[in-house]
């Protein structure tokens, strides 16, 4: 399995942008995809994530901000990011994990750098 994303940037305050993802391979259907992001220091955080059915969740700081969607066809996100701010800076990484075990298992891809300027 391998993923792919595109997107990220250089963006001022208020401003707005798309991440996608694409994930191709062999991929167990119940999965759940989303995105990471991390800033120097500090570690890697959840921001958003949906599950093959559907269902989503945010991280409180970018909830009414940021819309994550997919494609289960493509095996495809997106996260529409509006009204960016500073602290939203940081690498973004995209993650699948199948359940073929209760465990888990995760898939990373390579991270895209959102750069918001005050």
């Known amino acids: 399995v391998q993923l792919q994303a595109f997107g990220g940037g250089l963006v001022q305050a208020g401003g707005s942008l798309r991440l996608s993802c694409e994930a191709s391979?062999?991929?167990?259907?119940?999965?759940?995809m989303g995105w990471q992001r991390q800033v120097p220091g500090k570690q890697r955080e959840p921001v958003a994530w949906?599950?093959?059915?559907?269902?989503?969740n945010y991280m409180d700081s970018v909830k009414g901000r940021f819309t994550i969607s997919r494609d289960n066809a493509k095996n495809a996100i997106y996260l529409h990011m509006n009204s960016l701010k500073p602290e939203d800076t940081a690498v973004y990484y995209c993650?699948?994990?199948?359940?073929?075990?209760?465990?888990?298992?995760?898939?990373w891809g390579p991270g895209t750098l959102v750069t918001v300027s005050s």
């Open positions: 391979g062999s991929i167990f259907s119940l999965n759940v």
């Open positions: 949906i599950a093959n059915h559907g269902a989503s």
């Open positions: 993650n699948l994990k199948t359940y073929e075990t209760a465990s888990g298992r995760d898939y």
